[in-house]
């Protein structure tokens, strides 16, 4: 399906344009939300916010409140693994390197950390249903590594 035609279904998507750039951030990063979309089967739906709860941009939420809301959750969910996993001693493994996954019944989600200084860092989360969770983790991993090399390039 073309871009233009994604954008004018029935899944919203919203580009943020209030918080520190993060109209820049979303419209590099709608390219590999839109991979993720393509190559992992089932994705519901797909959000970035920062790491302290904005939402940056989002494909397939019900409309920018449910987005906005998700982005804060993600937020706290992510910040409550990271102090988890330091409590059981893996100070190091807090940041970039956790993924948090929540499965339900037929549907899945996860939030990966991006490392990118103007904001801190960003959280990428995806909800996909019917889905293998090994999958679904990789290419979510996969997309971030790219999404946050292309932010770091000069």
Same mark, same amino acid.
């Given at each position: %399906?073309?871009? =233009?035609?994604?954008?004018?279904?029935?899944? =919203?998507?919203?580009?943020?344009?209030?918080?520190?750039?993060?109209?820049?951030?979303?419209?590099? @990063?709608?390219? /590999?939300?839109?991979?993720?979309?393509?190559?992992?089967?089932?994705?519901?739906?797909?959000?970035?916010?920062?790491?302290?709860?904005?939402? $940056?941009? &989002?494909?397939? %939420?019900?409309?920018? +409140?449910?987005?906005?809301?998700? &982005?804060?959750?993600?937020?706290? %969910?992510?910040? $409550? @693994?990271?102090?988890? $996993?330091?409590?059981?001693?893996?100070?190091?493994?807090?940041?970039? +390197?956790?993924?948090?996954? $929540?499965?339900?019944?037929?549907?899945?989600?996860?939030?990966?950390?991006?490392? /990118?200084?103007?904001?801190?860092?960003?959280?990428?989360?995806?909800?996909? +249903?019917?889905?293998?969770?090994? %999958?679904?983790? =990789?290419?979510?991993? =996969?997309? @971030?590594?790219?999404?946050? @090399?292309?932010?770091? +390039?000069?």
């Amino acid at each position: %399906m073309a871009e =233009h035609d994604r954008a004018s279904g029935p899944r =919203h998507r919203r580009i943020r344009g209030r918080e520190l750039g993060a109209n820049e951030i979303a419209r590099a @990063a709608l390219p /590999y939300l839109s991979t993720i979309r393509e190559e992992v089967s089932g994705v519901r739906a797909i959000v970035l916010g920062t790491g302290d709860g904005i939402h $940056v941009c &989002s494909l397939g %939420m019900g409309g920018p +409140e449910d987005a906005a809301r998700l &982005s804060a959750l993600n937020s706290s %969910m992510f910040g $409550v @693994a990271g102090a988890q $996993v330091q409590l059981m001693g893996h100070p190091d493994s807090a940041g970039g +390197e956790t993924v948090v996954a $929540v499965t339900m019944p037929g549907e899945i989600l996860i939030v990966v950390s991006i490392v /990118y200084e103007p904001v801190g860092n960003l959280l990428l989360c995806v909800s996909a +249903e019917d889905t293998q969770l090994g %999958m679904a983790i =990789h290419q979510t991993r =996969h997309a @971030a590594d790219e999404l946050a @090399a292309w932010l770091s +390039e000069d």
